[in-house]
């Protein structure tokens, strides 16, 4: 057995970032930049109000208050007809262009409009209030994003306000899913005695997605080496490939065997975690290989901890967010160890206050799947560590969103 740290090491020093891909926007959300993007325009593009009210002169405001006669009124969208002279205002809306002359904004809060078209200000301002100028935010030719950046709905929105349609990212990863064990049957079909449906199948395929890569479901093989070693040949144009089951050390566990086979590279077996001690990865021909335990509970935790940030550095991701975060926080229940191997015990991560709690499960068999819903994170014990009592903090990875209370 290996720690996890030497194991996620392995892994990711195995993996690169894939090849670089032309999307559109809509298709680049949680995608990660590959190259820089330099903006093709000022932004903003001209002098513009932010607020409803009067463009004016600002040295025209002199002795409060002052009547001026209103030359125009400016609605976004429109081009202004009128360069505002000495003593004279135009009526603006927020977005809207400043007229030539104007260098300032009185709000309308501030102003009192006259039946005889003229406005009566009662406020001054100094030059440049409640206007943005042009290219105050980005001139043409500025640095807009870095490669590495990770575009979200913000990100999106700047891309398309410089008038970027397509941007160059990094390609998601195809992973093949497939499940070991002559016990399994596909969703949808009627159990027999002794048989199980593959629940590992569509549990990973959604943690997949969640990564944000592609998942490519190739179903259950038969537990002889045959029918896995043509299995795992047919899954080698995939990027990754994922099978659950055939890792341990019974008389149909043949994931060794298979990879042994095909002439791959298996860097380890075993890893001193629980649940998820029985943990192969290899490379095969440049593919990544996971052969992840059976055990639902045991499959999940493998793919958290190793397939994820393979999969987000594959994507580009930075290391900082390669990781599901590890936070502490203080214990409600006591949660125990095995002593011989970090042990990750599930349960409800939350914030009352300023403080982070972390509610043990009561059951922790990895045969337990049902235990797994509404789970958010996974104490962790440490080696050498059987019981870590109430009220003691502790490391916490986080798998899903933080719940507060």
Not at 185 to 211: C, F, K, M, R, T
């Amino acid at each position: 057995m290996i720690p996890i740290e030497e194991a996620q090491a392995l892994v990711l020093g195995s993996i690169k970032p894939l090849g670089i891909e032309r999307v559109d926007l809509f298709s680049a959300v949680y995608r990660v930049l590959a190259e820089p993007v330099f903006s093709s325009l000022d932004f903003p593009r001209w002098n513009s109000s932010v607020m409803d009210g009067y463009a004016v002169r600002s040295e025209d405001l002199g002795v409060i208050p002052v009547t001026l006669p209103i030359v125009e009124e400016i609605a976004a969208g429109t081009i202004p007809q009128h360069q505002l002279g000495m003593g004279e205002a135009s009526r603006i809306f927020t977005g809207a262009m400043m007229p030539e002359g104007a260098d300032a904004v009185v709000i309308q809060e501030n102003t009192t409009a006259n039946p005889d078209g003229t406005v009566s200000i009662l406020k001054s301002v100094n030059s440049g209030i409640n206007m943005v100028s042009k290219g105050a935010h980005l001139r043409t030719g500025d640095l807009l994003m870095s490669a590495g950046t990770v575009l979200r709905a913000p990100e999106i929105g700047i891309l398309s306000s410089v008038g970027r349609s397509f941007v160059s990212v990094y390609r998601r990863p195809v992973v093949a899913i497939l499940s070991t064990g002559n016990e399994l049957v596909p969703l949808g079909h009627e159990l027999q005695p002794g048989q199980i449906i593959d629940s590992n199948q569509y549990a990973l395929a959604a943690q997949v997605i969640e990564a944000g890569a592609i998942p490519r479901l190739l179903g259950v093989v038969k537990d002889d080496i045959p029918s896995l070693t043509q299995a795992i040949t047919e899954a080698l144009d995939a990027d990754f490939i994922l099978s659950s089951g055939g890792v341990s050390v019974g008389d149909y566990d043949h994931v060794k065997t298979a990879l042994q086979n095909l002439g791959a590279q298996i860097l380890f077996q075993k890893v001193r975690v629980k649940p998820g001690k029985p943990l192969t990865f290899a490379l095969l021909n440049q593919v990544a290989y996971w052969g992840l335990p059976g055990n639902p509970v045991s499959c999940l935790v493998g793919f958290w901890l190793t397939v994820y940030p393979a999969i987000r550095k594959s994507m580009g991701y930075p290391e900082s967010l390669q990781n599901f975060p590890v936070l502490p926080a203080r214990l409600t229940a006591p949660a125990e160890g095995t002593g011989d191997r970090e042990t990750y015990v599930r349960g409800v991560l939350y914030q009352q206050e300023e403080q982070l709690y972390f509610t043990p499960r009561s059951s922790h068999a990895s045969g337990n799947l049902v235990n797994l819903q509404g789970i958010n994170g996974f104490g962790i014990v440490p080696v050498g560590t059987e019981k870590v009592e109430r009220g003691v903090d502790i490391r916490v990875l986080q798998v899903g969103t933080l719940q507060v209370r």
